[in-house]
């Protein structure tokens, strides 16, 4: 909802994008074309990508109000951009719905958007107090939930792996302790506890020192979003719905994310698959459904770190469909980030 200022319900609406030139520069949009911005957020690449070609683009988010202030687009654009609050995970069946079966780009800026982050309303950042929610959709279980009734194990598990908390098993115990006396309802309240049980001293980024909360609350929105398996579907989507010549365009913050985008390309590109030395490269090319365009890691740059710190951490990772029929394989992981079952038990 928006008010006559121009604000959202939880607060201005204002999102910087991340790496947007170089964005616009790999997906490198042409007229006629079909485009997918995978995670609409603030809108930028989806504006971006409209401005710089006479293209159509289909723009996703799981988060309904971000489709919902961004209507006026629809219109603005029409009949080039439709606007579909889905998950990124549902886009083969999306586009089956409007009868398009090959696009010419994808692009998903993974994780929390400023947006998301700024309104405390939404319970995802421990620098703004709020209740404890950090759904990026408006169903099923809330932060509240996974921090008050999971078993320790279960907790200690999901802040260990999906936040990498080298302390998970102090923070998992201490929040169990402090629930048994009164629930956890804020996001105040659970950054405290996390502070007090393993403090400030051994954890510097950048030579500076970051919040021990920043782990732990990671580690609850990616699991209640279940945003690592929403990313390896997306992949595996792409495989399947990009034209030949069709670019792939991740943008992710951390190196879970990144790991799982690493793995994928690296398979069908065939750059980790044992081959033999006297098989000629042209043939061993010929084979893979995938092949990088740029330098397979793209990283911010300076000065646009300076004037947004949130984009130092992120990393961009481009390929392109061949001709060749892509190999779904699930299994080309190094870890299964699955929890689907202890999040449907909530």
């Given at each position: 909802?928006?008010?006559?200022?121009?604000?959202?319900?939880?607060?201005?609406?204002?999102?910087?994008p991340v790496?947007?030139?170089?964005?616009?520069?790999?997906?490198?949009?042409?007229?006629?074309?079909?485009?997918?911005d995978?995670?609409?957020g603030?809108g930028?690449?989806?504006?971006?990508?409209l401005?710089?070609?006479?293209?159509?683009?289909?723009?996703?988010?799981r988060?309904?109000?971000?489709?919902?202030?961004?209507?006026y687009?629809?219109?603005?654009?029409?009949?080039?951009?439709?606007?579909?609050?889905?998950?990124?995970?549902?886009?083969?069946?999306?586009l089956e719905?409007?009868?398009?079966?090959?696009?010419?780009?994808?692009v998903?800026?993974?994780?929390v958007?400023?947006?998301?982050?700024?309104d405390?309303?939404?319970?995802?950042?421990?620098?703004?107090?709020?209740?404890?929610?950090?759904?990026?959709?408006?169903?099923?279980?809330?932060?509240?939930?996974?921090v008050n009734?999971?078993?320790?194990?279960?907790?200690?598990?999901?802040?260990?792996?999906?936040?990498?908390?080298?302390?998970?098993?102090?923070?998992?115990?201490?929040?169990?302790?402090?629930?048994?006396?009164?629930?956890?309802?804020?996001?105040?309240?659970?950054?405290?506890i996390?502070?007090?049980?393993?403090g400030?001293?051994?954890?510097?980024?950048d030579?500076?020192?970051?919040?021990?909360?920043t782990?732990?609350?990671?580690?609850?929105?990616?699991?209640?979003?279940?945003?690592?398996?929403?990313?390896?579907?997306?992949?595996?989507?792409?495989?399947?719905?990009?034209?030949?010549?069709?670019?792939?365009?991740?943008?992710?913050?951390?190196?879970?994310?990144?790991?799982?985008?690493?793995?994928?390309?690296?398979?069908?590109?065939?750059?980790?698959r044992?081959?033999?030395r006297y098989?000629?490269?042209?043939?061993?090319?010929?084979?893979?459904s995938?092949?990088?365009?740029?330098?397979?890691?793209?990283?911010t740059?300076?000065?646009?770190?300076?004037?947004?710190?949130?984009?130092?951490?992120?990393?961009?990772?481009?390929?392109?469909?061949t001709?060749?029929?892509?190999?779904?394989?699930?299994?080309?992981?190094?870890?299964?980030?699955?929890?689907?079952?202890l999040?449907?038990?909530?």
């Amino acid at each position: 909802m928006m008010d006559s200022s121009g604000n959202t319900a939880g607060g201005p609406i204002h999102h910087i994008p991340v790496m947007l030139s170089e964005v616009l520069e790999a997906l490198a949009p042409r007229g006629g074309c079909v485009y997918v911005d995978g995670t609409f957020g603030g809108g930028s690449y989806t504006k971006k990508i409209l401005e710089y070609a006479d293209c159509n683009v289909i723009s996703l988010d799981r988060d309904i109000h971000a489709i919902n202030n961004a209507k006026y687009l629809e219109t603005f654009y029409t009949p080039r951009l439709k606007l579909i609050n889905s998950r990124f995970s549902q886009l083969e069946s999306v586009l089956e719905n409007i009868n398009i079966e090959k696009v010419s780009g994808i692009v998903v800026d993974i994780g929390v958007s400023s947006m998301q982050l700024d309104d405390n309303a939404r319970g995802f950042s421990f620098q703004l107090d709020g209740p404890l929610d950090m759904r990026m959709g408006n169903d099923g279980p809330s932060a509240y939930d996974v921090v008050n009734n999971l078993e320790e194990d279960e907790l200690a598990n999901i802040i260990k792996i999906l936040g990498e908390e080298k302390l998970a098993r102090m923070v998992a115990r201490s929040i169990v302790r402090e629930r048994s006396v009164c629930p956890i309802k804020t996001t105040f309240e659970l950054r405290e506890i996390i502070a007090q049980a393993i403090g400030w001293s051994y954890r510097k980024v950048d030579k500076k020192t970051i919040h021990p909360a920043t782990r732990t609350f990671q580690a609850i929105r990616i699991f209640l979003n279940s945003e690592l398996h929403e990313l390896k579907q997306l992949l595996h989507i792409s495989g399947k719905v990009l034209e030949t010549g069709g670019r792939l365009v991740v943008v992710s913050f951390h190196s879970l994310e990144d790991r799982i985008v690493k793995e994928f390309l690296n398979y069908h590109t065939g750059k980790n698959r044992a081959v033999s030395r006297y098989l000629p490269i042209g043939d061993l090319d010929e084979k893979n459904s995938f092949k990088y365009v740029m330098s397979k890691l793209i990283k911010t740059g300076n000065d646009e770190v300076s004037k947004n710190p949130r984009s130092r951490s992120a990393r961009m990772r481009v390929a392109e469909r061949t001709g060749e029929i892509f190999r779904e394989n699930l299994d080309i992981y190094s870890k299964s980030y699955d929890y689907k079952d202890l999040l449907e038990r909530l």
